[in-house]
């Protein structure tokens, strides 16, 4: 009789085991790739725990083997950090150019800028900041509240730094975080802390910047976007850091009739970040396919580039093909602008580029694409996933920036390989770059040279 029991005990106790895994797996599940709110619903309260429970032994490894989170190189990652290089390699350029390069010292352990002089790789300055000091003067509102758990001194990259004409430095954290401006001793001249800032970082002919943002709280209804929605807005500075303009993009799509683009990614989800937008690239004179003031928009999770008119909230012009998960949009004459396509896709087993990335150019008069010299950025094996940047000099030579795995590349005109820098340490560990900017137009050169002789004594 005891022994039937405790059999049936038994075969409880195993069946409330096996439901109970797979419960929790689904708890799991629900909490990092699924919905946890639903109108009264909220199962985020059993969701979280799971998920927190679930990342233990994680947690384990990386407190044993204590990795550091900015480098790039991962022992059980593919062999391709490009391990017999360092630093610069190759030839100098032979035209006037400079190299703001950001990158994560993995010696100091910090995140660093350096100006750097292409005609002969040396540095010309450095900014240092002590981004820690920069956090203590943010307000610990909910907007910041990993901030310097995320993006302190030893995690912190300065990214796209822009030099700007008064030789100030603009920059934020990759991760976002306020719009920070430093000066040549990398002081503190502004942090803007409206909202979260982040990609990239560009100004006008009115030396205005214009950057990425995060609106919060989000400025569509909850009822239609929840509380988690990433409200990706287009923000316009002035040079002291004073917004003159916000708007959020997917109003702009909701304005525009292209809600459909927001809202229709299936039954059972809903993208919290359909936008994604990575880059925006303000128009600086009118021509007969744009006017000044006009901005052009990458929208990664859309596989799309925008041109925006902030003066009359319209879009003038939409590009949704070759390219997937594109970044950095340029524009190179009056009817032709640059794209640089991650060509990252979304497979079965997440995402990846499949094959290479390309630099397309669209020409606006004959509504045609083509591909920048593809054979050079395949035989070099270009192949970032996520972010990237590219950028083709008026004599047809080509910048490069592989970011995910910290190397910058220069080509010539007829696609040869002229140098290459690879971040690495002299632990010989690679660590990544935050999106470094070749200065190589004639207002670049002046403000450099601006630049180098007002900074006075301070060089780090």
Not at 310 to 322: A, Q, V, Y
Not at 376 to 382: E, H, M, R, S, T
Not at 427 to 448: C, K, P
Request: charged share 25%.
């Amino acid at each position: 009789m005891f022994k039937k029991i405790e059999i049936w005990i038994l075969y409880l106790v195993i069946l409330f085991s096996i439901l109970f895994a797979i419960g929790f797996g689904v708890l799991v599940r629900q909490e990092i790739e699924g919905i946890t709110k639903a109108g009264s619903i909220d199962i985020s309260f059993l969701s979280k725990p799971a998920a927190y429970i679930a990342r233990l032994p994680e947690q384990v490894v990386v407190a044993i083997l204590k990795p550091n989170p900015l480098r790039v190189n991962d022992p059980w990652d593919e062999d391709r950090y490009f391990y017999n290089q360092s630093g610069f390699n190759g030839t100098p350029n032979s035209i006037n150019s400079y190299l703001l390069l950001s990158r994560y010292d993995g010696d100091l352990q910090e995140g660093l800028v350096e100006l750097i002089d292409l005609t002969n790789f040396k540095i010309l300055h450095r900014w240092n900041p002590d981004i820690d000091a920069f956090n203590d003067l943010v307000k610990q509102v909910d907007e910041f509240k990993y901030l310097e758990r995320d993006s302190n001194n030893s995690r912190s990259k300065q990214h796209h730094p822009k030099l700007a004409r008064d030789g100030g430095l603009l920059f934020h954290d990759s991760l976002g975080s306020p719009l920070r401006k430093i000066d040549a001793c990398s002081n503190i001249i502004f942090q803007n802390t409206h909202d979260i800032f982040h990609h990239s970082i560009e100004t006008d002919s009115e030396n205005n910047i214009w950057v990425p943002s995060n609106i919060y709280p989000q400025s569509l209804p909850l009822e239609m976007v929840g509380s988690e929605f990433e409200d990706n807005a287009i923000v316009q500075l002035n040079n002291d850091g004073e917004i003159l303009f916000e708007k959020s993009v997917s109003q702009i799509f909701i304005d525009n009739a292209l809600e459909h683009l927001l809202f229709s990614v299936g039954d059972d989800i809903f993208d919290i970040d359909p936008i994604h937008l990575n880059d925006i690239q303000p128009v600086n004179f009118d021509g007969e396919y744009w006017k000044k003031g006009d901005v052009f928009l990458s929208l990664r999770h859309q596989s799309m580039v925008l041109l925006y008119r902030p003066s009359t909230n319209k879009i003038i012009w939409k590009g949704s093909k070759p390219f997937f998960h594109q970044h950095d949009v340029d524009i190179l004459d009056d009817h032709r602008i640059s794209i640089f396509d991650n060509n990252s896709k979304n497979f079965i087993d997440g995402d990846v580029v499949d094959g290479h990335n390309e630099v397309i150019i669209y020409n606006f008069k004959t509504d045609k694409y083509s591909s920048y010299l593809k054979d050079a950025l395949i035989d070099n094996d270009v192949r970032t996933i996520t972010q990237g940047r590219s950028q083709i000099l008026p004599n047809g030579d080509l910048f490069i920036e592989d970011t995910n795995y910290a190397r910058t590349l220069y080509f010539n005109a007829d696609g040869s390989l002229r140098w290459t820098h690879v971040n690495r340490a002299d632990n010989q560990d690679i660590y990544i770059v935050a999106w470094s900017r070749i200065l190589y137009t004639q207002d670049d050169i002046q403000n450099v040279n601006n630049f180098l002789e007002n900074k006075g004594p301070c060089n780090e």
